[in-house]
């Protein structure tokens, strides 16, 4: 998993003043410093899995296969889990899911340890994580919003953010070192050990009350509501979309960097660590500056330069076989990354209102977990087909095809729409 702003002042230093002072609100700063730790050992985790993977098997195919396997569950889960979260507290659900999460990684602990890992644990293991996933991302994502009062629901959003990112950041780095010092095992152990944090966190913390949808509608019911909801909104249908796009053609470079690494830059599997490390840097300075920034950022502007950005790093890891170069492009991947979550996460969280949020995060999560599993599988396998450097060049080329359709069409200029133009409804931009 899977991401804005909103500060009134023109001044430059205000930003970033009002960007520390929401950790005034206790519940908040223990939350978001819970989840930057859980997150890391998450990332920690992926680089170690991942080499452990590509280790076993060789083959950029079952790479892409069990991230399909860990996505999948939450791709059809997701929709109706954005349901559950209009109705029920969405902090009873994340307690429910971290504590899954956490014992499927004290569960792969044991595995490896014992010597009984196999490829076919990891996809199951992975399976059970994304059915956890599936309930949990919806519920997360509009429970955040609930730390602080009202009228710093977007600062907490925008910050929301930026704590994946900074996981993004030092996960990757840290499993890196952990794995060559201490080896896969100790990665894992150091993830499972993190989720006791965000559970201690989520039985302490007391979120604000939110408008809940009735629970006298029945689920498909509701399913249908926050569907036409957003089809009828062409700025949230069309956030949707790109949500899909970027992680199919984007996002899905991160979970082959361990094929990439060995096929591209002829390092060992573990050299993904330098690849995933360098687009955390990339959307941690990426984030920095857009906190600074605050609203003087357009989402569209921001859109329209992360496809742009995704395309210029896509071609370049594809033309390359220098690591340094390799770096730098997941580097460009990283600034690409921050900015289109923040701009598609913002006009979701900022326009849509509360009784409506969860179904909303639901179908622009649902975009994102669909495509990072299919665009993993299909650059895993056609990489080992006809080789991962022809296979980006399609991808770049293909990205390149969206950022002109989005400018030949106009509609790129949708996502600035305000929350009385959503309300409109009818596709109004």
């Not at 998450?42 to 296969?65: E, I």
């Not at 913390?205 to 029945?218: D, I, K, L």
């Not at 790109?242 to 991160?254: E, I």
């Not at 096929?263 to 990426?286: D, K, M, W, Y």
Request: hydrophobic share 50%.
């Amino acid at each position: 998993m899977s991401n804005r702003v909103s500060a009134d002042s023109t001044d430059v230093a205000e930003p970033k003043e009002s960007s520390l002072r929401i950790f005034r609100h206790r519940d908040f700063a223990l939350f978001f410093s819970a989840a930057s730790i859980s997150n890391g050992g998450s990332w920690m985790q992926l680089v170690a899995v991942q080499a452990l993977m590509y280790n076993l098997t060789h083959r950029g195919t079952w790479l892409g296969l069990s991230t399909v396997v860990s996505l999948v569950p939450a791709v059809l889960l997701t929709p109706y889990a954005g349901v559950l979260a209009d109705r029920v507290s969405r902090q009873a659900i994340l307690r429910i899911t971290q504590t899954v999460q956490m014992c499927m990684a004290f569960s792969m602990f044991a595995l490896y340890t014992s010597g009984s890992i196999t490829p076919l644990w990891i996809i199951t293991i992975g399976f059970v994580n994304g059915v956890a996933a599936g309930f949990q991302t919806s519920a997360w994502q509009s429970f955040v919003p609930l730390l602080v009062p009202t009228d710093e629901m977007l600062q907490a959003v925008r910050l929301n953010s930026v704590q994946f990112t900074l996981a993004r950041a030092i996960g990757p780095a840290l499993g890196g070192i952990v794995v060559r010092f201490g080896g896969i095992g100790a990665a894992i152990l150091v993830n499972a050990v993190t989720y006791v944090l965000v559970i201690a966190t989520l039985l302490i913390v007391r979120p604000r009350m939110s408008a809940m949808a009735s629970r006298q509608q029945g689920v498909m019911a509701g399913l249908l509501q926050g569907a036409r909801y957003m089809w009828n909104r062409r700025p949230l249908r069309l956030a949707v979309l790109l949500a899909l796009a970027g992680s199919t053609f984007g996002q899905s470079l991160q979970y082959i960097a361990s094929a990439l690494a060995e096929n591209l830059f002829h390092r060992p599997s573990e050299g993904n660590a330098g690849l995933l490390t360098a687009l955390g840097i990339g959307a941690l300075l990426s984030s920095a500056y857009t906190v600074r920034m605050g609203d003087r950022l357009r989402r569209s502007t921001q859109a329209m330069a992360s496809i742009a950005l995704f395309v210029v790093s896509i071609a370049l890891i594809a033309s390359t076989s220098s690591y340094l170069l390799g770096q730098f492009a997941y580097f460009v991947s990283g600034v690409a990354h921050l900015q289109m979550a923040v701009a598609l996460n913002t006009l979701i969280q900022g326009t849509v209102p509360d009784e409506y949020r969860g179904r909303a995060m639901s179908f622009y999560l649902l975009g994102i977990l669909a495509g990072i599993p299919l665009g993993s599988q299909v650059l895993g396998t056609l990489g080992d087909i006809i080789g991962f450097r022809l296979t980006l060049a399609l991808d770049a080329s293909a990205f390149a095809l969206v950022l002109v359709a989005l400018l030949v069409s106009g509609w790129w200029r949708d996502l600035d729409a305000t929350p009385e133009q959503i309300s409109v409804g009818a596709n109004a931009a």
